[in-house]
């Protein structure tokens, strides 16, 4: 009966020190947790101090910090041309009053109203603008392949004005007026500047 006794206090001396263990370890990692949470605090408001100084003190900062605000100026651009590259990618533009974005050429916003300013789109080198349409047209082209007008080319080789007949035309052939090959998608020959149909 002594053993049994033994072996029964013994057991509940280990179930004890598990408990114990167990509530120690439970505890301890509450409190590590309640520590995390206290340092997030505590490096958010270092954070938001450093926010506040540098909105503060862009342009009076002590020389301790021109480091880092220079670094901060200079990522805070490269931000902007990134965003206004991915706007170039997109075809858009935002709203100066309200933000949102709108597509290039859009005379008012599509959110707020607001009057959207006039973006001036570069031609590129091999091209000219029609003065017809403000389509770009290949340098050396007689007529825009747009609205089918003449080009200053074509104005200079002909003295006479071009009429501008309709021609019906299947894909991938050649203009039956001058011979020169139409791509798919053209209203007017490249060329000659004929209607195509």
Known sequence: MAFFDKLSKTVTEVSQKTIA??????DTSRLNSMISEEEKVIANQYFQIGKLYVSVHKDDFEDDFAGMIGAIAEAEAKIKDFKMQIQDIKGVQRCEKCGAEVPNGAAFCSSCGATMPRIRVPVSNDCIKCENCGAEVKKGMRFCTSCGKPTDAA?????????????IVEHNEVCPNCGAKVEDGLAFCAECGIKLQ
Do not use: R
Request: glycine residues 0%; without cysteine.
């Open 21 to 26: 263990k167990a509530k120690e370890l439970a």
């Open 155 to 167: 104005k200079a080789a002909f003295a006479v004005p071009v009429t501008e007949p309709t021609i």
